[in-house]
C-alpha cells in the first residue's frame, strides 16, 4: 500500500468503527442534491407549493430499492423539482455540511448538476450562488472547507454541455472544477471531448465518473481523452490488468462510493467489493458517500460497513484517509494541516 505511517498500530476490531468514525477525512464524491433527506424535501415541497406523489416520507423512503444507475437517476431527478430558490439550495448545502462534520470530513469537493435546474426553469446564478454562499459559509459554520463541481449530464448533447459551461462562466471563480454525471452506458467520456477541452484551457480541475457501470474503455477514455485527473467510482477497473497498473502507476485517484454500488448492484454484497483488493493493488482509493439521502448512509456509514463486511484494517483506514486528502484540490498549505489533524487522531489510537 502506498501511505504508511509509524503512528498507525494494529487496532483490535472493536475499535476499528470509532477509529473510522475519528479519523479527519474529504469526501470527494457527493452529489448535493442527492444529500436531499426526504425530511428537508417534504418542507421544501411546503415551502414551494411543489406537489409530491408520495403521502409521507416513510412512503419515499420506502420507494429506495433500485436494480441500478438508472432507476436511482429518475427518482433522484423527481426529487430535485422541490428546488425553486437559492435559499434552498443554501440549505441543502448547510444540511449536508453539519452532517459532513458529525462525520469529522474536514474539507469536502461538492458535485452539482446545474442542467437538472435549468432544466426545470431556474437560472444557473440562484443554483450557484446558493451553494456557494454555503461553501463560504463552511468554516465559519462547520469548521470545514467546501469546494463546488459543475457535473455535466451525460444523457445530454455536448452541445448542451457547452451552454452550460457557458452559463457558468459568470460565475468562474465560484467552482473548482468540471465533472461528468448521470447515465454512463451509451454515453462515453469521448462524446464530451471538445468541452473537457475548453474547460481545461479555462483552468478548471477535471474529474469524470467512469466505470461505475460501464467497461474498463470509459477509464482508458476519462484519462486519455478528457484528460481528468481524478476517476469517480472506477470500480470496473479491476477486469483489466494495464489499467490496473496505469492507475496505480500514475497515481490517479479513484473516488470510490461502496454503499452506492451495493444499492445500485455493481457488487451482490459489500463483502465481494474491490476496495480491498484496490489498495493492495496500490490504487489510489478513497471512500465517499455519492448520495447519502438514497443509499443508506453518509461517510463514516460507508467506511465501517465496507471495513466491517471486508475486515480491513487501521493501515487500510490510514491510507484511505490520507488518499482522501492527497487527492483533493486544496493547495499545499491546508493539505499539509489537515494531513496535522489526521496524524494526530492515529496518534491517540496507539
Ligand atoms: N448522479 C448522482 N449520482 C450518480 C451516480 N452514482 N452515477 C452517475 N451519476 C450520478
Ligand atoms: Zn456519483
Redesign the pocket.
Known amino acids: 500500500m502506498a501511505s504508511t505511517h509509524p503512528s498507525v498500530q494494529p487496532v483490535a476490531a472493536d475499535r476499528m468503527p470509532a477509529l473510522l468514525r475519528a479519523m479527519p477525512k474529504a469526501e470527494l464524491?457527493m452529489?448535493i442534491e442527492g444529500s436531499l433527506e426526504p425530511e428537508l424535501m417534504f418542507a421544501l415541497a411546503k415551502r414551494n407549493h411543489v406537489p409530491l406523489r408520495f403521502p409521507s416520507e416513510q412512503a419515499l423512503r420506502d420507494a429506495y430499492v433500485f436494480n441500478n444507475l438508472q432507476e436511482f437517476l429518475d427518482i433522484y431527478h423527481e426529487g430535485t423539482m422541490v428546488l425553486k430558490t437559492e435559499q434552498d439550495f443554501y440549505d441543502m448545502t448547510c444540511a449536508y455540511l453539519a452532517r459532513a462534520q458529525a462525520d469529522n470530513v474536514l474539507h469536502t469537493e461538492i458535485?452539482f448538476d446545474t442542467q437538472t435546474h435549468t432544466g426545470h426553469g431556474l437560472s444557473a446564478e440562484v443554483v450557484i450562488n446558493g451553494l456557494y454562499r454555503a461553501c463560504a459559509d463552511a468554516p465559519a459554520k462547520f469548521g470545514m472547507t467546501a469546494s463546488l463541481i459543475l457535473c455535466f449530464l451525460r444523457h445530454l448533447s455536448e452541445e448542451e454541455a457547452f451552454e452550460c459551461l457557458e452559463q457558468a462562466l459568470p460565475l468562474r471563480d465560484k467552482i473548482v472544477g468540471i465533472g461528468l454525471?448521470s447515465s454512463e452506458v451509451g454515453h462515453p467520456p469521448e462524446k464530451f471531448a471538445k468541452v473537457y477541452a475548453r474547460a481545461k484551457q479555462l483552468g478548471f480541475r477535471l474529474v469524470a465518473?467512469a466505470g461505475e457501470e460501464a467497461p474498463p474503455a470509459y477509464i482508458w477514455s476519462a484519462l486519455d481523452v478528457l484528460k481528468v485527473e481524478r476517476i469517480?467510482h472506477g470500480v470496473q477497473a479491476i477486469h483489466d490488468a494495464a489499467l490496473m497498473q496505469r492507475l496505480a502507476k500514475d497515481r490517479i485517484p479513484l473516488t470510490v462510493?461502496p454503499l452506492s454500488n451495493l444499492k445500485l448492484r455493481v457488487f451482490p454484497t459489500l463483502a465481494q467489493h474491490n476496495i480491498g483488493a484496490m489498495l493492495d493493488a496500490g490504487i489510489m482509493a478513497t471512500v465517499n458517500s455519492?448520495d447519502p439521502a438514497y443509499f443508506g448512509g453518509y461517510i463514516n456509514e460507508n467506511f465501517t460497513q465496507t471495513f466491517a463486511a471486508l475486515g480491513l484494517t487501521a493501515q487500510h483506514a490510514y491510507t484511505l484517509a490520507r488518499n482522501s486528502f492527497d487527492a483533493s484540490f486544496i493547495d499545499a498549505s491546508l493539505r499539509a494541516k489537515y494531513l496535522e489533524r489526521l496524524d494526530a487522531a492515529f496518534e491517540t489510537f496507539r
Open positions: 464524491h452529489h458535485f454525471a465518473h469517480d462510493c455519492d
